[in-house]
Each structure stands twice: as structure tokens, then as C-alpha cells.
């Protein structure tokens, strides 16, 4: 029997746990981004955790700025950053209020909303490519600073909600370390994703990036 996934949102006492807790249970859960062309649905595969003053791979590692204060909480909020002058990347935090932490919403698989999300990414070869790695999900769900500081949790607040969808086995995820982070935070294994699913990024270590002569 193939089951029904669960339409019921998460409630804001799922995101306030520890983050190591909260990064794997998330696998399987539903993300469901209302756009202003429609709405598109996708199935978390991939996740990696980042557990702030604790990680230096985090954001917050060094503490709260004007770029990643939406960590500090509350759980639940939706923490948007642009990265290397071009692409936006999307986490959920989670943990108690005033102390950061959240997790990388690296890949999924669209459910719903396909022809949108491909309008989106023409580079994708195949339905399979369009949220496979963190920048491609927040490009294919249109995803931008815009939403940076959304509640996932707010029933009234239609543009980005998670469903509690159907959460994966314990015996299908895998972990392992986290992609592209440098120093002591790129020894972690952080990285949390459904074996053998399609949808999950290739794993690549952390490459530093040259000046340009």
C-alpha cells in the first residue's frame, strides 16, 4: 500500500529542538511555496544542519549581524541568504529562541508545480534536476531575500508552509559530511539524505575559490 502523505502543517514545537534532532526528521516532509503564478510542492530529500556558536561552518558562528539574525529565532522562520553574488539559498531554523541554528534545505523532489518550477530552471535536463542542490531549490520555488524571515508556521501566511508529508524510515537516511565547507566545520556529518533517491546532490568537498588575475 503506498501511503497518503499527511496534508497537516508542522507545528512551531517540531522546529524547537535541537538541530540534529530536526535536520533529519525532515526528510520526506512537504514544502509547499505559493508563488504568484501558482503554488509548487516539494519533498525534502537532502538536508544539512548548521548548529551556530557550536559550528564553524554556521552563519552565526561569530554571532548575530543584520544578515543572520533570523537564525536567533524563533524556530520555525524561514532564513534566506544570497550567496556568491548570485544565487539565494533557503533554511528553516529551528532550536530554542536565542541561540542559532538551522538546517540547508539542499534538495528535493517536486511533487506538484512542476511546469512552474521548470520555467524556473531551463538548465535542468530532467524533472529529477530541478531542486537537486541548495541554490537550484530556491531558484525553482522562486525563492529570494524577499522571504527571509517568513513563519513556516503561520497558517495565515500562505507563501511557504511544511507539511508533515511522510517522514522517511530511519534505516533510509544516510549521513555523512556537509558540502563545500572549509576549517574545522568541514569535518562535521552534518549532511542528512534519503538513500538512494535521484533528487540528492552529488557530495563535493570544500574547493577554496582563487583571485582572479
Same mark, same amino acid.
Not at 516539494?42 to 530529500?45: A, G, I, Q
Given at each position: 500500500m503506498i501511503a497518503i502523505p499527511d496534508r497537516t502543517p508542522l507545528a512551531r514545537e517540531f522546529f524547537d529542538r535541537p538541530v540534529l534532532e530536526v535536520a533529519p526528521d525532515l526528510l520526506g516532509r512537504v514544502l509547499v511555496r505559493v508563488t504568484p503564478d501558482g503554488p509548487i510542492e %516539494?519533498? %525534502?530529500?537532502e538536508v544539512e544542519a548548521y548548529d551556530g556558536a557550536n559550528d564553524p561552518g554556521s552563519h552565526a558562528y561569530r554571532g548575530r549581524t543584520a544578515r543572520n539574525g533570523v537564525m536567533f529565532g524563533p524556530p520555525g522562520h524561514v532564513y534566506v541568504y544570497f550567496t556568491y553574488g548570485m544565487w539565494h539559498c533557503m533554511n528553516l531554523v529551528?532550536?530554542?529562541?536565542?541561540?542559532?541554528?538551522?538546517? %540547508? %534545505?539542499r534538495a528535493g523532489e517536486i511533487t506538484e508545480?512542476?511546469?512552474?518550477?521548470?520555467?524556473?530552471?531551463l538548465s535542468a535536463r530532467n524533472d529529477k534536476e530541478l531542486a537537486k542542490g541548495p541554490a537550484r531549490l530556491a531558484t525553482a520555488l522562486d525563492v529570494d531575500r524577499a522571504l527571509d524571515g517568513t513563519d513556516a508556521c503561520a497558517l495565515d501566511d500562505p507563501a511557504l508552509t511544511v507539511l508533515t508529508g511522510t517522514p522517511v524510515s530511519p534505516d533510509q537516511v544516510l549521513n555523512g559530511p556537509r558540502t563545500g565547507v572549509a576549517g574545522?566545520?568541514?569535518?562535521?556529518?552534518?549532511?542528512?539524505?534519503i538513500a538512494n533517491d535521484p533528487t540528492v546532490s552529488p557530495y563535493r568537498a570544500h574547493v577554496p575559490r582563487g583571485r582572479s588575475t
Open positions: %516539494l519533498r %525534502l530529500t529551528c532550536g530554542p529562541e536565542g541561540r542559532a541554528s538551522a538546517v %540547508l %534545505l508545480g512542476a511546469e512552474l518550477a521548470r520555467k524556473r530552471r574545522d566545520g568541514g569535518v562535521h556529518p552534518w549532511r542528512f539524505w
